[in-house]
C-alpha cells in the first residue's frame, strides 16, 4: 500500500502560514509531511531512524538543497537541536506503511519472515532478542503495559519456553489467545523504545521550542495518545496555588484536536485510528 500522510490537511491548517519558518519533521517516512511543508516554503529538519528512507531523503535533497536537512537518528535526538534551529515540531507516530509492507522486516503477521521489528536496523536486539532475555515477570508486563494483554504471564511463558523466531512461529503460538495484533503491538514498542523516546522528545520540545511555536502530534493508538494527551494539559494548565497571590500563566495553550474525515478514511482506511492534537507556546 502506498504511503499516505495521515491527516495532513489538518496539520497544514494548524501549522497556518509556514513561509521562512523552521519545520522539524520528527518522523520522516517516505517523506509526505515534509514534501508538504517545504512545498509551502518551509525549511525543513527531518529525523528518522530507519536506514531504508535515506534515499527518499537524499531525493528530496537533491530537489530542495539547503532548505531539507535530513538526520538518520531517532527523534530523541532533537535535545541536541538549539532552541533557535527551528520554529515548529511535527510528531507523526507509530509503524509507518513501508515498515508494515516491507515483509523482511517482521512487523506484520501477515508475513513469514524473522521475528525482527526494529525500526532502526542498527539495534542491538530485536524482538527474538528481547523474547530470549527478557525475564517471563518482564515480558508479562512488556505485553501488559503496551499490548493490555489478559493473561500476560500465560503468553510470556508461552513465548519463553517456546522461543519463536519467526512472525508465524510466534502467530501460531498465540493463536488461541485473540490477542495477536496487541501481542505484535507490545513487543515492537518494547524493542523500539517509542513511549520512553516520544517521552524524551516532548520534554525538549517544552524546554526549546520559542513563543509561537506549535508542536503538532498525530498518534494512531491510546498509548501514545495517552502520553501526547496528558503531556499538552500539563503544559496548558496553570501553575501554583491559586489561594495565593501569585499563580504561574501556562506556557502553552491547547489547539484544535482533529480526528480523520469519512472522505479521508475512503481513500486512506489505516488513518482510522488516527488523533492530532497540538499546542502553541504563548
Known amino acids: 500500500m502506498k504511503h499516505i500522510p495521515v491527516l495532513l490537511n489538518s496539520v497544514l491548517t494548524t501549522l497556518g502560514d509556514i513561509r521562512n519558518r523552521t519545520v522539524v519533521d520528527c518522523t520522516f517516512g517516505a517523506g509526505g509531511y515534509s514534501r508538504a511543508f517545504l512545498e509551502r516554503g518551509a525549511n525543513i529538519i527531518a529525523f528518522d531512524r530507519d536506514t531504508n528512507v535515506i534515499q527518499d531523503a537524499e531525493n528530496l535533497k537533491s530537489e530542495y538543497g539547503e532548505r531539507f536537512k535530513f538526520i538518520n537518528k531517532d527523534f530523541a535526538e ?59 515477570e518482564d515480558l508479562a508486563d512488556i505485553l501488559y503495559k503496551y499490548g493490555d494483554i489478559k493473561k500476560p504471564r500465560l503468553v ?96 502553552y495553550k491547547l489547539l484544535k484536536t482533529y480526528t480523520p474525515s469519512d472522505e479521508e478514511l475512503e481513500y486512506n482506511p489505516r488513518a482510522r485510528s488516527a488523533h492530532m492534537r497540538a499546542v502553541e507556546k504563548v
Open 78 to 136: 532533537i535535545k541536541n537541536l538549539s532552541e533557535y534551529d527551528f520554529d515548529d515540531v511535527v510528531f507523526d507516530l507509530g509503524i509507518s506503511s513501508m515498515q508494515i509492507d516491507n515483509a523482511e522486516r517482521g512487523f506484520s503477521f501477515r508475513f513469514d519472515a524473522p521475528l525482527d521489528m526494529r525500526m532502526d536496523e542498527r539495534l542491538k536486539y530485536s524482538a527474538y532478542d528481547l523474547i530470549k532475555n527478557t525475564s517471563v
Open 156 to 251: 510470556a511463558n508461552i513465548l519463553k519456553e517456546k522461543m519463536p523466531k519467526t512472525t508465524f512461529e510466534l502467530k501460531d503460538l498465540i493463536k488461541n489467545h485473540n490477542d495477536i495484533a496487541p501481542i505484535f503491538q507490545a513487543l515492537r514498542i518494547a524493542v523500539n523504545d517509542e513511549m520512553g523516546q516520544l517521552e524524551s522528545a516532548l520534554q525538549s520540545v517544552h524546554d526549546k521550542l520559542h513563543i509561537g511555536g506549535k508542536c503538532v502530534c498525530v498518534t494512531f493508538h491510546s498509548l501514545e495518545d495517552r502520553i501526547v494527551k496528558n503531556t499538552f494539559r500539563k503544559w496548558s494548565e496553570n501553575t501554583g496555588d491559586p489561594r495565593l497571590p501569585t499563580v504561574f500563566e501556562p506556557d
